[in-house]
């Protein structure tokens, strides 16, 4: 350690003097790299190291915290200005964090190129191996192809989408089932691609045989935007707490399932149409869903948004109508998941209470945490299982 | 100012309170914005600001530091605890930075989503409209495909690939020609979509009519792994001055080649087939069309490492014979572009002298500035809109 440390020290110095001082003139080629973060032991655990030798307060965030509700975990500075955070044996899972360093809230682990982004915030992840993580992990299985692709909608303007086809798609001329996966508030069209690890688990079900070959359409449901931030013209933006609950992205629904349809080798009949997404997006599978009823036969709501719809927008009004036109229709599966630490729970409770009171069939499953995205990986991974079979 | 402070501190208080108290049990949805960063005024000065309370020294590095070789700018802290740094009205550009806070290299700004990825490291960057930045900006054009794809090479592996495909591609039955686009050592497949900014530049000019539509492929050539950090099932990994000069890239191009040509509509021909990359990726364009002469028809060396083959490796043997070959079939061009302070200047002149002794033709372009991404936009720019006319 000690010996590795000095080696890492040198490396450090080495790479200030060439890299740093002729930023301008080279390329940041290389990486910095004066620690081994993270480092994942083979009990599970993972030790967390930030080389910050002049911070006076370096915070762990993250969702790995023993018992600690805040996220929040203690790093030890040692000697040479390396701090470190060492975990428990971890359950096999995909974890999140980031530093908090000296007041800045928000700061990347520099020594772990693994970054995603949730809407507007960066954060660095790993995966415990041999058990659930494996399904968030690139094996070696077939692939399937992940395009970002321009949709023109009936707004008049293109918009920004992400599509997955299954590992066969190119090579076969067969036609293809899709789900249509939304994002939450704030989120865009790379959300459940970054955070969500579609690629991954659609992969891995499909190669095992749990998941029938899937399209899988992931939209930009802040309407405000028509892409991701960098990929839209509409200069810098930061994402931020905005949605689209205002009718305006279920009217343009209809025409992106057609474009789908004339541009995929889809399967373009109800029966073979998913719809789901999470928190706002659930709001917009059920608002969808029941505006179309004869576009899906399966719909998922995952910790949704339920009653969070503008006021006086028509495409909210006459909810228990539309709903009894839907489910009279019959659906293949109408999906409610919540965890159940949820902020959305009691919200969730009410529409339940509202389908039982019609004795309308739903499918409900309940886990443990709250809003986040681990429970809704999770949710993609049993969801998908059932569709299309 | 004053008041917009307050509003954000409030912000910030209430984005603690909500945000990080409930890490564990409610997703971390929405970025805790405490200031706003960048922002970029009419003049085209850029300021950034970094919220940083309890920080000793904040210092911002980045590709626009007047007059400054380090590329380090002092950042200077109001009574609130926010560092801001305000340039000059800078040109029309796209402009990379980071910060080093308390000795610590490497950190992200918080309030900045745009982020881009270079081999290990993660950077800032934003665009100054009005010029040259509005080529890597996303336009008001029609826009191409961006496709991550798995393709399988003749050493029995499975490697990930980025593919771009013009705006007309899917509604057409035409067949394109292609561009293999090779990134630098220690990059991968997202190199040159992330910072080269392919899909924005390429919609640009085919916009305008100034380059034709073609197909990119950007393969990964540093064959250790087979695909970029989080896409690969080879566990975690940080990408570190890891390349391949070994002939084993050489070796798989054929296959890469073939497979193209089969699952895209391709002008299979050498004419309507160019070469080219950045530094290891100049080399390797250098190598592999003189190994296949009746691949390629045009070669673009940007930065080229000429003379970095792996010692013994057949594939790098009697390379004056074998350009004899590859000049003596004709090219219709082999363009080589190097800046004046890149540290493989000399090494490019060493490869010039070779070709002018020799006779052979080929367009050189000297630009400023040196090993850097800013370059190989310009140099994709311009080789792009010589091809395939």
Known sequence: MKHSLFTSFCLLMLSILVGISQLSAQQNLWQKRSV????????????????????????????????SKSGQM??????????????????????????????????????????????????????????????????????????????PVNDGRERRMTIYTPADYEESTSRYPVLYLLHGMGGDEEAWVATGRVAEIMDNLIAQGKAEPMIIVMTNGCTKHVAAPGYSHEGMWAPYMSGSMDGSFEAMFPSIVEWIDSNYRTIAERESRAIAGLSMGGFHSMQISKEYPDMFSYVGLFSAAIFRGKEGVATYDDLEAKLERQFNMGLSLYWIAIGS?????????????????????????????????????????????????
Request: hydrophobic letters at 35%; charged letters at 25%; aromatic letters at 16%.
């Open 36 to 67: 081994v973060s993270p480092e994942i032991g083979a009990d599970g655990s993972v030790t967390i190291r930030l080389y910050a030798p002049a911070a006076q307060s370096v915070v762990l965030n993250g969702d790995f915290a023993e018992g």
């Open 74 to 151: 203690t790093m030890i500075r040692n000697d040479e200005g390396v701090w470190e955070y060492r975990s428990e044996p971890l359950a096999s899972e995909l974890y999140c964090y980031w530093f908090s360093v000296d007041g800045i809230d928000h700061v990347v682990d520099p020594s772990n190129s693994y970054v995603m982004r949730d809407v507007g915030s960066q954060m660095n992840y790993f995966i415990i191996p041999g058990g659930r993580g494996d399904l968030y992990a690139a094996q070696r299985v077939p692939h399937g192809t992940l395009s970002r692709v321009w949709c």
């Open 341 to 389: 630490e949820d902020f959305l729970y009691d919200e969730n409770v009410k529409y339940r209470n509202l389908l039982d009171a019609k004795g309308y069939k739903y499918e409900y499953c309940e886990s443990g945490d709250g809003h986040v995205w681990r429970n809704w990986r999770i949710y993609l991974a049993d969801f998908s299982q059932m569709l299309f079979r």
